[in-house]
Each structure stands twice: as structure tokens, then as C-alpha cells.
């Protein structure tokens, strides 16, 4: 049996990367699927608008754990080969434009409804207004919770050791099978998570109070 040293520390930090890239690509992808899925939740199209719910409602009415249990083990049955790199991407990008949508479909809708009122009496289009008018004023509103979130997706990485994606956490299960030393890595695993997610968790909470102070002048 081995014990915890050195090398094993690094080979858990070493897993840290793909943390982070995973969480990048979640939030990347998301952030595109959100803005979708936010300007179709406030558009003028029943249809977009009943599409983009019904998409929230499942994305974010089921476990994370299980979205992707569906789509690594769905994918083969209907004939796509999938390894745990695309599976776990495919579902957190979906998992994250849900509930980023969600945030930005509040604050686009927390824009005074004056501003849409003056943009519609210039007869501009529904994209001229988002684009001028209702999205730059939305942005400094989100900045904050959509810094918040961030925090979660990286913390939502942890459930891709299930289907094998070797992050940090799947790295701290092989390490606790060599060493069986289960207090001494998972200590090690959740203080790297602290370190990832505390200096955003401080940016976000920096945000809201700056934004808080903006408002009450």
C-alpha cells in the first residue's frame, strides 16, 4: 500500500487543469446557450418563448448527476461513440445555459420598463433594442450573479469522476484506492476547490456590493 506524499499531491493538482478546462468550456458554451435561451425567453414569439421554458424547466428540474449519465451512456445507444471529455462538456454546457439564461432572462427583465417603452416609441426592431438599449444596461446587472455561478459550475465538475472524466475528483479517487487514506486526499481535493472557487465567491460578493452602492446614489 502506498502512502500520501508528494507525488501523489502533484498528481491530484496536475487533475486541476481539467478542471478548469472543463469549467471554461462549460462556461463558454453556456454563456452562448444562455444568451439564447434569454433573448427567446424575452422575445415576442410565443413560440421561442414556450421552446426556451420548456428547455429550462427540464435542465434545471433534473439532477446534473443524471443529465450526464444520459448523455454518456444515451449517446451509444443511438449510436454515437462519446468519450467522457465530450459527454461531461455536452452536459454542463446545457445544465449551465439553462440556469445562466434564467439569470439574464431576470435581468433583462429588471431593465425599467420606461427604457423599452422609449425604445419601441423610436420604432426600433426587437434586436436594435436588445443590442442598444436593454443588453448593455442587462450586462452591469448580471456581472455579479453571473460571476456567483461560475462558482458552481466549477463545483458541478466534481459529478464528471462518475463517468471517468479524470478531474480533480476522479484524480482524488485513484489516489484513496492506492493509498486508502481517504481524509488526507479528499482534504487535498476540497482545498483545491476552495482555491479555485473562493477568489470568485469574493469578486462576486465585491460586485454586488458595488453595484448595490451604484444604485442607491
Known sequence: MRTF?????????????WTVALSLIAFVGGALGG???????????RTAQWLSGGFIQIFQ????????????????????EINPWVAAGVALILNSSAFLGEIWRGCIQAIPAG?????????????????????????????APTVGYMVQIIKGT?????????????AG?????????PLIVFGVVAAIYFVLCWPLSLLATRME???AAALAR
Open 173 to 181: 479517487q485513484i489516489i484513496n484506492n492506492a493509498t486508502f487514506q
Open 5 to 17: 506524499g508528494f507525488p501523489e499531491f502533484l498528481f491530484i493538482l496536475e487533475a486541476a487543469k
Open 115 to 143: 427604457q423599452v417603452e422609449a425604445a419601441q416609441a423610436l420604432s426600433l426592431s426587437y434586436f436594435s433594442r436588445m443590442r442598444d438599449v436593454i443588453l448593455p444596461q442587462a450586462f452591469k446587472i448580471a456581472l
Open 209 to 211: 456590493r458595488k453595484h
Open 158 to 170: 466534481s459529478l464528471a469522476a462518475i463517468i471517468g472524466f479524470a478531474e480533480v475528483t476522479r
Open 61 to 80: 428540474g433534473t439532477p446534473l448527476l443524471l443529465q450526464l449519465f444520459l448523455v454518456f451512456f444515451g449517446a451509444p445507444v443511438l449510436g454515437i
Open 35 to 45: 444568451l439564447i435561451v434569454a433573448l427567446s425567453r424575452t422575445s415576442e414569439n
